[in-house]
């Protein structure tokens, strides 16, 4: 049924998933920055304190959110065989959310206070059941599983950039740079920079973050290799030998 609002004018129904719906939309499109209470409250014709009857607060509206994109690509039970396949796959589903929604980034990434979204902690939760049972303690385990997230948070926080940098100039990242070339030859004839002035086409691709994304994860999973394999050594080594029970890492 219709509810008036404080306004006086008459709306219809209204929910919680609806305006959560209507704020990743408006996200989608203007970005982050674009969404306030009253803005959402404009795109669905109702008046701002309407919303309020169903989320809380912006705050409690950026968790929401988060939560529903995430939601929206579960990591499959009980996933691929081995660790390094599920990880990696945990990852690429991470990064390809990020794609379809680059502002996701700015609200999960360079904060000690993450969202309040059970399906964005599902990721860290489905990582590190990926890694149990290798002879880690529990805390490595929440660190790797972190470190994933961290890093993909980050890598992607360029995508975010690029679709803000997009929507205001209408210009694409390699638009952006043929337009400075001669900007850049001018800088690389004047400054000592022997590196960076064999700067090419090669480069630029490397540097994309697409590029950068698939670099990083597989160097990602190397390390974390390498210290399943420290475990599974300690694990394995007699005891009073220099990797022995005092060494060893192996949760209860």
Known sequence: MPESTETGLSEGPLDQPLI???AIELADRD??????????????????MSLYRYVASR????????DTVFGERPLPEPGPDGWRAKLELSAREEWALYRDHPWVSHLV????????????????????????GH???FATMVQIAIMI?????????????????????RNTRQQWADARQDALHRTLRTAHLPMVSEFGAEAFQASEPESIFEFGLHRMLDGV????????????????????????????
């Open 149 to 169: 997230g961290t890093y993909l948070q980050s890598a992607a926080m360029p995508l975010a950039h690029e679709a803000q940098a997009a929507r205001a100039t």
């Open 59 to 66: 705050e409690e509206l950026n968790d929401l959110m988060v």
């Open 20 to 22: 959560v719906r209507t």
């Open 31 to 48: 970005g982050v920055a674009a969404v306030s209470m009253r803005r959402v409250a404009t795109e669905l014709g109702v008046g701002v």
């Open 225 to 252: 290799a390498t210290l399943l394999d420290a475990a599974r050594a300690a694990g394995d080594a007699p005891a009073g030998s220099p990797v022995g029970p005092k060494h060893r890492q192996i949760r209860h």
């Open 109 to 132: 990434a360079v904060t000690t206070r993450p969202p309040i979204a059970p399906s964005l902690m599902a990721y860290t939760d489905w990582r590190m059941r990926a890694l149990d």
């Open 135 to 137: 002879r880690l303690d």
